[in-house]
């Protein structure tokens, strides 16, 4: 799966601080990119999308796994499956709600239905298929590999969410993907 590294509007790195105690960095697979403006006035895609990134050194098979939507405060989370598998180092394009504007994305590895919203959302990679039901608070969930609150976001990890993100603005992981100390 290509990197997105030929995006040409201004991203947001996801603040790398250090891990809370109750919590160690996740080992292989983590969310490295969150965009919601996916078909919004002056968005570049037409799509949201997520991209997960295997960090360590064994192929993670997804089978089983999902990427969930919460909104900021929501604690109902859509549920998007996922399969195949992701080499070290390999990145895998989780293509979500779509809209008017903007180019398509590159062939996705699995495509959802979820509408991220820009002003504060939370994405959780869970390895399981089934709906989290953590309340307000799933970030110490044993489910939960890898969770992203932003903007106006409830729940994350760490002491507080990364910013909002735009119509023409990403959240970026620090060092292309390979840092995370679950702290948003």
């Given at each position: 799966?290509?990197?997105?590294?030929?995006?040409?509007?201004?991203?947001?790195?996801?603040?790398?601080?250090?891990?809370?105690?109750?919590?160690?960095?996740?080992?292989?697979?983590?969310?490295?990119?969150?965009?919601?403006?996916?078909?919004?006035?002056?968005?570049?895609?037409?799509?949201?999308?997520?991209?997960?990134?295997?960090?360590?050194?064994?192929?993670?098979?997804?089978?089983?796994?999902?990427?969930?939507?919460?909104?900021?405060?929501?604690?109902?989370?859509?549920?998007?499956?996922?399969?195949?598998?992701?080499?070290?180092?390999?990145?895998?394009?989780?293509?979500?709600?779509?809209?008017?504007?903007?180019?398509?994305?590159?062939t996705p590895d699995v495509t959802g239905t979820s509408n991220l919203a820009v002003s504060g959302g939370k994405i959780a990679l869970v390895h399981a298929a089934t709906a989290l039901a953590c309340g307000s608070s799933c970030a110490a969930d044993p489910l939960v590999t890898d969770l992203v609150g932003y903007g106006s976001a409830t729940d994350y990890e760490g002491t507080?969410?990364?910013?909002?993100?735009?119509?023409?603005?990403?959240?970026?992981?620090?060092?292309?993907?390979?840092?995370?100390?679950?702290?948003?």
């Amino acid at each position: 799966m290509p990197r997105f590294t030929a995006l040409t509007f201004s991203a947001l790195l996801i603040a790398l601080l250090s891990a809370p105690a109750a919590w160690s960095a996740s080992s292989t697979m983590v969310v490295s990119q969150v965009f919601a403006g996916g078909g919004n006035a002056n968005a570049p895609y037409s799509n949201d999308f997520v991209e997960l990134f295997n960090r360590g050194s064994a192929a993670a098979d997804l089978g089983g796994w999902s990427v969930q939507y919460a909104s900021g405060s929501g604690t109902s989370w859509q549920v998007t499956p996922l399969a195949g598998s992701v080499q070290p180092g390999g990145r895998y394009l989780v293509q979500l709600a779509s809209g008017a504007v903007g180019a398509a994305l590159p062939t996705p590895d699995v495509t959802g239905t979820s509408n991220l919203a820009v002003s504060g959302g939370k994405i959780a990679l869970v390895h399981a298929a089934t709906a989290l039901a953590c309340g307000s608070s799933c970030a110490a969930d044993p489910l939960v590999t890898d969770l992203v609150g932003y903007g106006s976001a409830t729940d994350y990890e760490g002491t507080g969410a990364a910013p909002a993100i735009g119509n023409t603005t990403a959240a970026l992981r620090a060092a292309d993907g390979c840092t995370d100390t679950d702290s948003n």
